[in-house]
């Protein structure tokens, strides 16, 4: 039996796509997704849902393959799983792209279109992209019940686009959307929903709010605006200013009053006939030099009315401007005074919520000036700057213009700055609901540890839950708003909306429950009968994916969402044991809304362990962005690093910490593990081919104990084989604790320093035609084929291509195995069918593991000796003296001294015990038998250099003819049979310079 041959030059992503083709051939996804159906233990995995909105970037690629890796684990260890992989589908992300594709600049032109329309084209793009990134997650090894029956519901066109990935859940389905339904219905009865008028983050371009949520995530932009230091005149006192600064001169027209702190220092500056009023400290920064004429408090202005800069305005008529104070004035930057717009700044209209201000409500939803503003009504706010600054100036208000460069809150889908407007929106009411999150948020595993406190920190401060959407495509809100008596209702599931259904059932039944469908149906309201409307609005898509601990566990035989009939199959999955996503954002947004929905609706955590992990960066550190140039696309990235490699990438890398992602980490990641990797499987299979070793006549028969005793073993194969046992326990012991960097680096360290730099160096001459047959080769093949065998099972869930060609390779010579080159069948066809490792505490020797070290740190100072002294490794040496040797502590002194001296070379190796430091020294002498074997040494290396060149076979004869100088006579005189033995040389003939000749095999 002869092993695969394996390549000296790899291309590890083709080798990916022959293995992708092989496992779809031989159906290992759906023997791998069947492996466990009968097992009553269960590890639930809940899928945070991939925006299906556009292909994957590589940094998509970092949680999936967590995702993938823990799944593949808890598969190898035998305990029951849903595959079940999750898209986003809903909300403004599909709304924008789809506009663009049909070239739209504004809400107006979508309803012109139709919302019917356009609705169904965000749905075909949702199906089209999840198609892509459905086959670009299998290109990343990522295994997932991609084809299991989904239970959407839509036109039979909408159903035909679904069933093309149909094993994932979307948002958008049925079952998601009244799930929803009854979760709104729950929290309506305990009168947490209302509606109400607030400042809100508006997009002028999308037409909607922009919750906290979305901005404090991926909202913010580095900007540079006009900061305006302004004069206000003080009523009633001449050439007297309050100085006033902001950045937001488009606010200016709806000014009502000015803040000052009530804590802080405010001072009187004369400049020239004029006085101005600003906080202490800030004259500087404001550009006012002159004599200070008082110093005061803040609460000293209390009360002073003021000039507005544009009082003249009809909208502002009635308005008094007066001066308040305010526990939100800083003094880091501006002046201390604080221009107030109650109708265009959250604060702002908080403020004068409590203190009874005036507040003037300025733009509408396209972010044009409402009527009342002269010459500015109808235009957009931010068109408008300069000829604000331009009357600023004519009055008499503009003391300096400067740039300012801060963040800056932007639409996180278009870009588009956002303004802030004064609407009325939908909100779920936290204060009673906070303190039972916090306390279902405590118990929780949460990994980095620091994760507990920042979900904490967001649920103290958060303000109420804003739900609502001005848009089209998403939840439709099951809110029905009488607008004759004001009763306000929440339809809670598809079977009270046909109870109370009193016009449109007909049109709406066969649709999906969204707009424009649902909104055919009315309802007649419980008080006064009139046939109500469901309002507008759609949900916040964090609605969508905070529902699906609920949603999506589907009961197999009645097809329905089992927590809204008997929940008996919800209850075999819930809570969830893992969930894994990045952490920036996702504590005010995924991880939140699960944990509010979950305790809305059960009072318990919805999930147990929570793995997160930081940003993707490209090799410098910068974000990544197309316009930049430094972006990678999933498909190139794999295709030219490799899926496992870059699995590994993430996988090395402490997730707290944001990655600097590139070709150049992913080719050092190549050269410092995965060609070591290939080389001792290599080594293995070429050396085992031509020794013709077979495992299934080699390796003890199934069942029986293996022991150190059941071969032969040296003490470096005992060592091996203790190291490889530990290897199977710390991997799984950090896994176990999710902690995947400290694994990896495991599993790296074990085949880099020990098995290629140790074992297999020291195992080199035990192998091979030039090494006769006998029990120490038969234990070296053994041991090295059980190390190779049990390292692909334990990469399997972190690199499962390469593991799975290893484990292949390895598996087609034991008896019983059934994924040979034909037909594959049986539970051994992949190395993702097979069990995880088990590690034997009989099998670790920890005495040989401490001595081992020992061996390495002497090895390590002998060849800093000889580097240092510039002794060549090839000329043995008569002796090796360590000195403050603290001693073995196992039985195996004579084979880890006969260690140290082939690893150095020298002949004897003298051990003088003692304390204190170890010091390593050689005996330098050099006996003419000794400068003999270092010169067949010199010239067996240069023997087997022109073997490769030549590109012989590891067994092929040879003839050799060597140079006919002095010191190769007296090598091959006192050496030659060892020259013989090492090159498979049948003869060494003096010549004029060194020659080899294939010898033909008779």
């Not at 900007?223 to 305006?228: C, M, Q, R, S």
């Not at 929940?567 to 075999?572: I, L, Q, V």
């Not at 050269?671 to 080389?679: A, P, T």
């Not at 399997?796 to 019983?816: M, W």
Request: aromatic share 12%; with cysteine.
């Amino acid at each position: 039996m002869r092993f695969k041959k394996v390549d000296a030059k790899v291309d590890f992503p083709k080798l990916e796509r022959r293995i992708l083709k092989d496992w779809e051939k031989r159906g290992i996804l759906k023997k791998y997704l069947c492996k466990n159906l009968n097992v009553k233990e269960r590890f639930g995995f809940l899928d945070g849902p991939i925006t299906a909105n556009n292909p994957m970037g590589v940094h998509h690629a970092w949680g999936r393959s967590y995702k993938d890796l823990f799944q593949r684990y808890k598969n190898m260890q035998g305990f029951r799983q849903r595959f079940q992989n999750g898209f986003d589908a809903q909300g403004l992300w599909v709304e924008v792209e789809v506009e663009k594709e049909l070239g739209f600049k504004s809400k107006k032109d979508i309803e012109k279109y139709g919302i019917g329309k356009f609705v169904k084209r965000c749905k075909e793009r949702v199906f089209k992209y999840a198609k892509i990134q459905t086959k670009q997650s299998k290109r990343l090894g990522y295994f997932m019940d991609w084809d299991k029956g989904s239970y959407f519901r839509g036109t039979a066109k909408e159903t035909r686009l679904a069933n093309k990935v149909r094993g994932s859940y979307y948002t958008l389905s049925d079952e998601n959307n009244y799930t929803i339904w009854y979760f709104l219905k729950k929290c309506h009865e305990r009168g947490w929903i209302y509606e109400g008028k607030d400042v809100v983050p508006w997009c002028p371009r999308c037409g909607t709010a922009i919750s906290e949520h979305e901005i404090v995530t991926e909202g913010y932009r580095e900007l540079t605006h006009k900061g305006l230091f302004l004069k206000f005149p003080v009523t009633g006192k001449p050439k007297t200013y309050f100085l006033v600064w902001t950045t937001t001169p488009w606010t200016l027209p709806a000014n009502t009053t000015l803040a000052v702190g009530d804590e802080t220092a405010y001072v009187t500056v004369q400049q020239g006939d004029e006085l101005f009023i600003l906080a202490d400290g800030r004259e500087v920064a404001a550009g006012i030099a002159g004599k200070v004429q008082e110093k005061v408090g803040g609460k000293e202005f209390a009360g002073l009315a003021y000039m507005g800069p544009f009082d003249d305005l009809p909208i502002q008529e009635g308005v008094t401007h007066r001066v308040v104070l305010a526990d939100f004035v800083a003094t880091e930057e501006g002046t201390g005074v604080v221009h107030l717009a109650p109708g265009s700044g959250k604060e702002d209209f908080q403020l004068a919520k409590e203190r009874d201000l005036p507040v003037i409500e300025s733009l509408d939803e396209e972010g044009k000036y409402l009527q009342g503003f002269g010459k500015y009504s109808g235009r957009r706010a931010t068109e408008v700057e300069e000829e604000i600054i331009k009357d600023l100036k004519e009055r008499g208000f503009l003391y300096k213009v400067e740039d300012y460069t801060h963040r800056y809150p932007v639409c996180w889908r278009c870009g588009t700055e956002l303004l802030f407007r004064l609407v009325d929106e939908w909100y779920i009411e936290m204060d009673e609901l906070r303190e039972p999150v916090k306390k279902v948020v405590q118990s929780i595993n949460w990994i980095p540890s620091w994760g507990l406190e920042r979900e904490l920190d967001w649920l103290e401060n958060m303000g109420d839950w804003l739900i609502s959407k001005k848009r089209y495509w998403g939840l439709a809100l099951p809110f029905y708003k009488c607008k004759k008596c004001n009763t306000f209702e929440v339809i809670g599931s598809k079977e009270e909306l046909k109870e109370r259904a009193i016009s449109g059932w007909k049109e709406f039944e066969g649709h999906s429950p969204h707009r424009p469908w649902v909104d055919k149906v009315k309802i007649a309201c419980l008080k006064c009968g009139e046939p109500v409307s469901r309002i507008p609005d759609v949900g916040n898509p964090w609605l969508d994916a905070g529902i699906v601990s609920f949603s999506t566990l589907i009961d197999p035989q009645t097809k329905k969402v089992s927590y809204l009939t008997d929940k008996k199959y919800w209850r075999e999955w819930f809570p969830f044991d893992f969930i894994t996503e990045s952490f920036p954002g996702q504590f005010r947004n995924w991880f939140y809304s699960l944990l509010a929905m979950a305790t809305v609706l059960e009072g318990r955590v919805p999930f147990k362990n929570v793995l997160g992990h930081a940003l993707v960066r490209d090799e410098i550190g910068r974000e990544m962005h197309k316009s930049w140039g430094n972006a990678i696309d999933f498909d190139e990235g794999v295709e030219r690093m490799g899926a496992d490699i870059m699995r590994w990438m993430y996988f090395t890398h402490d997730p707290e910490t944001n990655i600097n992602f590139g070709y150049g980490p992913a080719d050092v990641i190549r050269r410092r593990f995965f060609l070591i990797l290939w080389n001792c499987y290599k080594f293995f299979v070429d050396y085992a081919n031509v020794d013709r070793f077979n495992p299934a006549k080699e390796l003890d028969p199934k069942g029986k104990k293996f022991t150190f005793e059941s071969y032969k073993h040296s003490v470096l194969d005992r060592w091996i084989l203790s190291r490889l046992n530990v290897l199977v326990k710390e991997v799984g012991e950090a896994l176990d604790r999710f902690d995947v960097m400290t694994a990896t680096f495991a599993i790296e360290e074990f085949v880099v320093r020990d098995l290629s730099q140790w074992y297999i160096r020291r195992s080199r001459d035990r192998v091979g035609p030039t090494t006769p047959g006998g029990e120490d080769k038969r234990a070296a093949y053994v041991t090295l084929y059980r190390v190779l065998f049990t390292l692909s099972k334990l990469l399997a869930p972190f690199t499962p291509f390469i593991a799975d060609e290893v484990y292949r390779n390895l598996a087609q010579g034991q008896k019983g195995y059934q994924g040979g080159r034909g037909t594959v069948t049986g539970a051994e066809a992949s190395v993702h069918l097979v069990s995880w490792p088990d590690y034997h505490d009989y099998l670790i020797d920890q005495k040989l593991l401490g001595d081992m070290l020992l061996v390495r740190e002497i090895v390590e100072k002998g060849h800093s000796f000889r580097k240092a002294r510039k002794l060549s490794l090839r000329q043995p040496l008569p002796e090796l003296i360590v000195k403050g040797f603290p001693g073995f502590r196992s039985n195996y002194q004579k084979g880890l001294c006969a260690l140290i001296a082939d690893e150095l070379n020298v002949k004897t190796v003298t051990l003088k015990e003692g304390k204190g430091k170890l010091i390593v020294e050689f005996d330098t002498r050099l006996t003419d038998e000794l400068q003999a074997e270092g010169r067949a040494r010199e010239l067996i290396r240069e023997i087997q250099d022109l073997r490769k060149e030549k590109k012989l076979e590891f067994d092929d004869r040879i003839e050799v003819v060597y140079p006919e100088a002095v010191e190769n006579k007296s090598a091959v005189a006192k050496a030659g049979e060892f020259i013989r033995q090492q090159t498979l040389a049948t003869s060494l003939k003096p010549g004029r310079k060194l020659m080899i000749r294939q010898v033909k095999p008779t």
